[in-house]
């Protein structure tokens, strides 16, 4: 929705200056008075401004989150229903989002007498404060015994920590400690561990004495699935937005719970805790899908770069730690059942913690956003006309042909109730391209048709002498007719209701010109006025068929434009692997400082690839092109 700030910005800046000038124009034509003039003018300012537009906006906006609300989705913000419609990367954290987040103790390899284990257990249970799922499960599993403490003071706790993975508890020299196993154990960690990861997280109790951890006990904890996940990560999948599972547990036991979901690439993994630059972050980023030992700060890291890769990222996540990464992502999702602070940051948020509920956002985003286009691209259309209008009435005194209460009749036909009617239908296409870029682009053959015709009337009309009222009267006909010959193609595919408001809006401007003529200032042509008007008519129509030949012509590269701006071959920013992630795009766009270092091979290995635009400075250009020719690359190369 910035695009529309942006245009109501720019209206709003320029439309002072341009009335001015427009008046001293409108007082300079022949026969004009100053009411004349103040009129022509007032016309002109109402047609640049797509008046309602706004409007009719936050009403789509406000309709989606009352009919999000029926799914049990609050909606925090209103723009990010934009957001998640654009989302090509979904960032899920595991635990309470595609698991339910109640922990289960399945199993226990002992190392330890029971009655030790039990001991230790108990005393854990009672002095640590953690609300964890997993805390929650062993304070279950250990309530028929209870701690034998009577004071807290004599125990030195330390709690769970992102940093350390594991919490504390000590008395005189001896310490307890429970956490991930290979954080306590580090290199000392049995290998026969590493199964037991693969279908469990897998809790490690140690007993510390004199500098050197004894095992105690392994837990095996097992969370239940969502129902709905599969289902929903399927959804994402067909849409092609790319998944990344996110935790902080062990990534062998986040990959067995991608499988159990049928995650696509469930068995690429990292280990978040081994990457130690940006670089390294980035090349894990584009080749794995699930990433473990994540902490808070790392979580955030792993947004930003998607961000920077120029990715529209979303993320769920219920807790305390994944705040970070919630305030940083596009559009941020919680569960009702999480954290206050996770909530609080989040643009969405699940009331019922169902996970299912995802498509039915996504599909509500792309119903407002592809309708709000469609709707736009009308106001848009009026906006631009008039503007070239004024613009070549600036420098020719004509008088603007159109008058108020006209516009009143064209707008209400052929934008505003048609508008209201079309941005309110369901539309499940996907959104591609930028909005304002897909609204200007529908729009400019209309309005050039009917600039166009516009200016031949005023041409036509004043060669050949027609009254005001017959140029004024020819210019509202040809533009409304062009107009709903521009509805007419917004409707197909015709359904009932579409069909029923073309009609309307076509009878309605019949009746008016013919029962309510002298009402709207409109005349009957003279036989002179009537040729010059259907020739121009035709004409008008031919063009605005000509216009739209072009745009579908060129429809797939509008859509299939993605830019993604790369920054420096010779600092190794690019790689192979961003090469197989950048391959869904058409265009690049390749800022390339050369020294002698460069290395261009890796651009061979593009698949997709239509055209490139490589950025150079003048010194350089003609040892680029030898060496970018001499390569023969299957792809159009621009060096610019």
Known sequence: MESLDKIIKYISIVIVPVGILLFINQMGVKDNNI??????????????????????????????VIRLGKYNVLVQELYCIETLARTDV?????????TEGIMEVKDIIKEASTDDINTVMSDMCYLLDDISPTMEALRKYYEKNK???????????????????????????????????????????????????????????AKEKNGQNEIMALFLLQDKIRKEAKSTLEYFKKENVDIKIISGDNPITVSQIGKRVGLDNYDKYVDLSKINSDKELKEALINNTIFGRVKPEEKRKIVIM???????????????????????????????????????????VLMDSNFDSMPKVVLEGRRTINNIQRSASLFLTKTIYTSLMVIFLLFFHFMYPFRPIELTLMNFVTIG??????????????????????????????????FISLVAII??????????????????????????????????????????MYTVMCLMFSIAIVFFRDFFMMTLLSVKALIAFIIILTVGILLWFFFNKILNKNKEKLDDFSCIRIISLNENFLSFSDIAYFNDAKYLIVNVPIDSNTDFSILDELDSVKEMYLFVGDDDRMAVKQQVEAMQLPYTVNIT
Request: with cysteine; proline share 4%; aromatic share 6%.
């Open 459 to 500: 041409i036509v009309g004043n060669t050949y002498h027609f009254t005001p009222d017959e140029m004024s009267t020819m210019a509202v006909l040809v533009t409304t007719i062009i107009m709903l010959i521009y509805q007419a193609k917004l409707c197909i595919p015709f359904n009932a209701i579409r069909t029923a």
């Open 417 to 450: 109730a048609p508008a209201l009617v079309l941005a309110l239908e369901p539309n499940n296409d996907r959104v591609k391209g930028g909005f304002l870029v897909n609204v200007v682009a529908n729009a400019l053959p209309t309005a050039l048709a009917v």
């Open 35 to 64: 009411t004349s003039a103040v009129i022509n003018t007032v016309a002109a300012l109402i047609g640049m401004i797509p008046d309602g537009l706004v409007l009719l906006t936050s009403t789509v906006l406000a309709v989606s």
């Open 90 to 98: 979904l960032c899920l954290d595991k635990t309470g989002t595609i």
């Open 147 to 205: 701690s034998k403490i009577k004071n807290k003071k004599e125990w030195k706790i330390s709690p769970f920590s992102s940093e350390t993975k594991y919490s504390s508890i000590k008395k005189d020299n001896v310490m307890y400690h429970l956490g991930a196993p290979d954080f306590i154990m580090k290199e000392k960690c049995p290998k026969e561990y590493d199964k037991y990861s693969k279908e469990h997280r897998t809790l490690l109790l």
């Open 306 to 348: 998607l961000k920077k890769l120029g990715h529209t990222v979303a993320m769920t996540g219920d807790g305390v730690n994944d705040v970070l990464a919630l305030k940083e992502a596009d559009c941020s999702i919680a569960m009702i059942n999480g954290s206050d602070a996770a909530r609080n940051v989040s643009q969405i």
